[in-house]
């Protein structure tokens, strides 16, 4: 199996920008950004709203019909909190939205989002009452019912929250063997409303099967004894490919929502038909003609073996085009696909056309998309940068345009 993609933290100033509101992207075709983006050079994000709504009915499928908390952490995994939220909120099949951030739990309330919220990050004791007061369940595993008791007293209502158990990941949550105590605890309180309980699996074989008896070991024990524990859910997107078995009561993907595979052998196995609702685009903004001899790039990176057509693009890795790029990426411009060559800055990525001048300053080139041989799992493919650098990394100040 392919190496597991590293989950890398979005940039800092998504949560920010969230709250822009969920009408905070244009409807545009295709082919081009909107008239205000079109005024200018810089890169757009294209948002496919028929693919969202095609994976989300996937997925459905694949889960027998079972609610699905669709996650939208870090930015929605680059489409955008709010933008993602106003188009995933009216599926029937989606029961509620997930983030791990309080900027971004708030910002889909302040926007309008009135499904269920669950904030899947660290909860500090003095954020509770806010978190209350906007309806938002906190993930909890720590002993905090004292707090509990206060805020539900103040407010005259139980707090709802999931409860993060431990089995083996080794990140967050109670630990599994202190974990019927916990459960227990909260449970007899009536400050409490207990609405789901939770874990995250390794995605290492061996250990993923121990997860799973952890788990159902403690849910059993604690309903057999009466205890309440809301949905059980511990599905993330790999296990909607791995293990069918742990589909419980509600499912959680996240890049399966967005059309993308994390593993390349996922891709094969056929379970979910998933296409890209994303893509990232920009125009060109100069061609030239290097001679032989000549560089391109700092450094000299790239050295003309003859005399060949270069385009530059105003996109680069301050936009979530990964400098990795540059190691065998190629870049879909008109009916051609050109090899990104020097280096990826932080504004530009230069390509080499040929020989012969086939674009022109204006055409439009994709970095990657929906279409076969460009979409995120061909260009981590051919370059080596994960799909969660290509998706997760994309500037949050980049137009979102809806096709």
Not at 147 to 173: F, K, M, S, W, Y
Request: glycine share 8%; aromatic share 6%; proline share 6%.
């Amino acid at each position: 199996m392919a190496r597991k993609p590293s989950r890398r933290r979005f940039l800092a100033t998504s949560s920010a920008l969230a709250g822009a509101g969920l009408s905070s992207f244009a409807q545009a075709p295709a082919s081009a950004p909107s008239s205000a983006a079109a005024s200018s050079f810089d890169p757009w994000i294209e948002i496919h709203a028929s693919h969202l709504a095609h994976n989300v009915r996937e997925i459905s499928r694949r889960v027998a019909g079972r609610p699905i908390l669709a996650v939208i952490k870090n930015n929605a995994y680059g489409m955008g909190l709010t933008q993602a939220a106003r188009l995933l909120e009216p599926m029937t099949p989606v029961h509620g939205l997930a983030v791990v951030k309080l900027q971004e739990a708030i910002a889909l309330r302040d926007a309008g989002v009135r499904k269920p919220v669950l904030l899947m990050g660290p909860v500090d004791h003095r954020d509770l009452a806010e978190l209350a007061a906007r309806d938002i369940m906190p993930m909890v595993y720590t002993p905090i019912g004292p707090e509990l008791d206060r805020i539900a007293a103040n407010r005259q209502a139980p707090i709802a929250l999931h409860i993060c158990v431990d089995t083996g990941i080794g990140r967050v949550g109670v630990p599994h063997r202190e974990a019927a105590a916990l459960i227990r605890d909260l449970a007899g309180r009536k400050s409490a409303a207990i609405r789901g309980v939770m874990m995250t699996f390794s995605e290492d074989a061996e250990l993923d099967k121990e997860q799973i008896r952890r788990f159902e070991a403690l849910c059993g024990d604690l309903k057999q004894s009466g205890v309440e524990l809301g949905r059980r859910h511990t599905a993330s997107s790999y296990t909607l490919f791995q293990h069918p078995e742990a589909f419980y009561d509600l499912v959680r993907p996240g890049m399966a929502i967005y059309g993308v595979y994390s593993e390349a052998d996922f891709r094969k196995a056929g379970a979910l038909d998933l296409r890209p609702a994303m893509a990232l685009r920009a125009r060109v903004a100069y061609v030239k003609r290097v001679p032989r001899g000549d560089s391109v790039g700092y450094s000299r990176a790239y050295i003309a073996t003859d005399d060949v057509w270069v385009a530059t693009l105003p996109v680069g890795h301050t936009d979530g085009w990964p400098r990795a790029a540059a190691k065998g990426a190629r870049v879909r411009i008109g009916d051609g696909t050109y090899p990104v060559i020097a280096s990826v800055s932080a504004s530009h990525t230069i390509v080499e056309i040929g020989t012969e001048r086939r674009v022109e300053i204006g055409d439009i080139a994709t970095c990657w998309d929906w279409q076969e041989g460009s979409r995120p799992e061909d260009v981590s493919a051919a370059c080596g940068a994960s799909v969660y650098d290509l998706t997760m990394h994309l500037n949050p100040l980049l137009p979102r345009i809806r096709t």
